[in-house]
């Protein structure tokens, strides 16, 4: 697969830091091939699930990129260190889930796909009225690719080269939901008035719907995925979510 078609967002640029050691860059040498023991199906499943994962992480890299450019003449600090290390971390991701796309059957709607993706990352900015908000939500989002993660993860897949680079993914991810909410209270973000964490949920349910039969493919039970992630947002939230039907769609619904 030529991997200028997975580009939704192009690159900010080089990182402020790089990984040298980390468990994902050597997970990915004893693997070249990660798809190995995958049957036909879950493999198309794969080539539907990944792109909206691969969006995120090239949409992280901006934001983290940009942030870590707005700080770069203030005193290196821990918390510095921190934001620079999760930049580190998302450039790291997008070349594994690259990886992984160049191994999967190309998918004849990949366009729309990305499309959506692209549409919704977008969005992400428009919800947020300011930085600090900005990185509340962000936080919020982190926590909700977690849940997905950690549903490939555990999935019929578990116990595969596969499985294993969601669940090292899932494991940076899980740090970065407390170091953006920190990096939010740094700011100013005030938990009791924000009102955007029902918002961001909703929307990734509604991105997520279409492909509610992949999900089922690799053996996840979509509907009860989306309500988990309904339920993080009535934890994580004062404000009532709004309701939406997790009902399964069909393939490729816009």
């Not at 260190?81 to 930049?87: A, N, T």
């Not at 989002?141 to 999935?155: G, K, Q, R, W």
Request: hydrophobic content about 40%.
């Amino acid at each position: 697969m030529d991997t200028s078609s997975m580009q939704c967002f192009p690159s900010p640029g080089r990182a402020h830091a790089t990984h040298h050691q980390h468990p994902l860059i050597e997970h990915l040498r004893q693997h070249l091939v990660l798809t190995n023991h995958l049957s036909r199906q879950q493999r198309q499943a794969l080539s539907r699930l990944v792109p909206l994962l691969l969006c995120g992480e090239q949409s992280a890299m901006h934001v983290f990129h940009q942030e870590n450019d707005r700080l770069k003449d203030q005193p290196l600090s821990h918390h510095m260190h921190q934001l620079q290390q999760i930049e580190a971390d998302e450039y790291l991701h997008e070349d594994a889930l690259q990886q992984l796309m160049r191994q999967l059957p190309l998918p004849a709607d990949l366009q729309k796909i990305k499309r959506r993706a692209q549409v919704f990352y977008t969005r992400i900015d428009r919800l947020s009225h300011d930085l600090a908000s900005h990185f509340a939500t962000i936080s919020q989002l982190d926590a909700c690719v977690c849940l997905v993660m950690n549903a490939i993860a555990s999935s019929d897949l578990e116990g595969s080269a596969v499985a294993r680079l969601f669940e090292l993914i899932k494991n940076d991810e899980a740090k970065h939901v407390t170091i953006a909410r920190e990096h939010a209270g740094q700011l100013g973000h005030i938990v009791n008035v924000d009102n955007s964490a029902p918002t961001i949920h909703v929307e990734l349910i509604k991105l997520l719907m279409p492909e509610a039969t992949a999900f089922e493919a690799i053996g996840i039970d979509a509907e009860r995925l989306f309500a988990r992630v309904i339920d993080l947002a009535e934890k994580r939230s004062p404000q009532p979510t709004h309701e939406v039907s997790v009902a399964r769609p069909m393939v490729g619904a816009a």
